[in-house]
């Protein structure tokens, strides 16, 4: 088979990384994260809340074992396919065939009940098209399949206003209005322009490091304790009490990845048309301190590394008294003023957390 990029057979390195707009991606802290975990002695690492991959990619570009995991049927998804898979990818014919199949009984769950909500009718269509697509040539493939369901949800985002689905807001981009944010040739791009040109970086991004790697999709908890270094990236509860739940600005993503099933798990009486929530202690300003206790004493025998902000709940001073109470060292680091795109919080520093014994 003819590739869309020729098989690589040198190292990779963090540039490799496929480009996403994803909330809280870690991709632009890769470097100062290794320089300050580096001198820890480590093989089989864990990333228990794995979300874009980044920090899963940058152990396995520096020849770690590594198991990814996250909560998500979406993000589960990517890491499958830039984690676990090794050298699957996606060749010019099998793309033509996704792009090109036309199926007179497909379903229209997207242009049905996602009109006027995110994309256009015609883009609708598209999705709709797309998706039944993918499943009806490789839902037996599951490396095949991550890779173009990774290349379709970044296709998505890459065309939402915010990135996000949070809100029932395409006129944002079909208003005929002068904006001061955003980038409305970006939004209008076509689809199919996105999705190759993201299946060609996933493409190039896949390699084999030789050590095994898996993706799961489990509670953070669902683990043996036999990991050298685990690594914890929780979703972020600011000081306000306000948690950022990855379920409800990306259940677009989710719903594509049980398509058939889509509509029964639909909260109609929102305008956005969102998944019914499901409960999550790390977005429970009440709950989070017990759940960082829970864990941390479950990978007790493990180098631990929380990537988290200064101003986050529970506070920096209460997590590092968890993590003195089962490790004989701790380090924290700081990187000032970081600031995340879209972000508009400005007081808050990113920060690690290293514990080790």
């Known amino acids: 088979m003819e590739y869309l990029v020729k098989q690589e057979i040198c190292e990779k390195s963090i540039s490799d990384f496929p480009q996403t707009r994803y909330q809280g991606s870690k991709y632009k802290l890769l470097t100062w994260i290794w320089e300050n975990i580096s001198f ?3 093989e089989k690492y864990a990333d228990l809340f794995g979300g874009t991959a980044a920090v899963s990619y940058l152990m396995k570009i520096n020849g770690k074992s590594v198991t990814y995991n996250d909560l998500l049927k ?17 060749s010019r014919f099998e793309l033509s065939n996704v792009l ?5 009984d497909q379903l229209n769950i997207i242009s049905t009940i996602f009109q006027n909500i995110y994309y256009t009718n015609e883009e609708n ?16 493939d599951l490396h095949k399949k991550s890779i173009l369901l990774w290349s379709l949800f970044q296709s998505c985002i890459i065309k939402r206003p915010y990135n996000l689905f949070h809100r029932k807001n395409l006129y944002i981009r079909t208003n005929n209005v002068k904006r001061n944010f955003g980038n409305k040739t970006t939004w209008d791009k076509p689809f199919e322009y996105y999705f190759k040109k993201f299946v060609h970086q996933i493409n190039h991004a896949i390699f084999d490091n030789k050590k095994t790697c898996e993706a799961f999709q489990r509670d953070a908890l669902d683990f043996k304790n036999d990991f050298d270094l685990v690594y914890i990236d929780t979703p972020y509860v600011s ?11 990306y259940h677009f993503l989710e719903g594509i990845c049980d398509y058939n099933n889509w509509e029964h798990k639909i909260d109609y009486s929102k305008k956005h048309h969102p998944l019914f929530s499901q409960y999550n202690r790390w977005v429970d300003k009440n709950r989070i301190d017990s759940a960082f206790l829970d864990l941390i004493s479950h990978y007790r025998y ?8 200064s101003d986050g709940i529970p506070s920096v001073y209460e997590l590092i008294k968890i993590v003195k109470k089962f490790k004989k060292n701790y380090k924290l680091v700081t990187f000032k003023n970081y600031k995340y795109v879209l972000s508009t919080n400005n007081k808050s520093d990113e920060i690690l957390i290293i514990g080790w014994d």
């Open 100 to 104: 090109e199949r036309e199926n007179n």
């Open 40 to 42: 820890l002695d480590f």
């Open 302 to 309: 493990s180098h631990v590394v929380i990537s988290y902000r």
């Open 125 to 140: 269509i598209w999705l709709d098209r797309i998706i039944q697509n993918i499943n009806f040539y490789f839902d037996d």
């Open 74 to 90: 979406s993000n589960y998804f990517t890491g499958l396919a830039l984690i676990e898979n090794r050298e699957t990818r996606i």
């Open 239 to 249: 000081d306000k009490g306000v948690g950022v739940d990855y379920s409800q600005f």
